[in-house]
């Protein structure tokens, strides 16, 4: 829900954004979360989880539970909530575990 008009604070209306998730081109507040942009467009299912594959997505709402967990701009394992959307960025489901860095290094 976007609330245009505020009863005490007035009309604020924010300029509108582009961000991709999964390759899909989505709209944007700017100043919004890239967790309240994907609600804001439809979207409740950010990821699965690593053991049981189930749908993920926004919980807590202030980064406690690490439930809505995406990748942005390549950064896997990002927490959504707490990350302000920007233009032209990148976000993918998180489907599995990491990569970690031993593993590309080589170490």
């Known amino acids: 829900m976007l609330m245009i008009e ?8 924010e300029e509108e954004i582009t961000f991709y998730f999964n390759g899909q081109s989505l709209k944007a507040r700017q100043g919004q979360t890239v967790a309240a942009a994907l609600i804001a467009n439809g979207i409740k ?9 189930k749908a993920r997505g926004l919980y807590c709402a ?6 809505c967990f995406v990748t942005i701009n390549g950064l896997e ?20 575990d990491p990569v970690i860095r031993s593993e590309i290094d080589g170490n």
Not at 6 to 13: C, E, M, N
Not at 45 to 53: A, D, H, I, P, Y
Not at 79 to 89: L, T
Request: proline letters at 2%.
């Open 77 to 96: 394992h990002s927490i959504s909530c707490n990350r302000i959307v920007e233009e032209g960025m990148i976000v993918a489901s998180t489907d599995g």
């Open 45 to 53: 299912k950010f990821g699965v989880s690593r053991k049981l594959f």
């Open 62 to 67: 202030n980064g406690r539970c690490c439930s």
């Open 6 to 13: 505020h009863p005490v604070l007035g009309k604020k209306v």
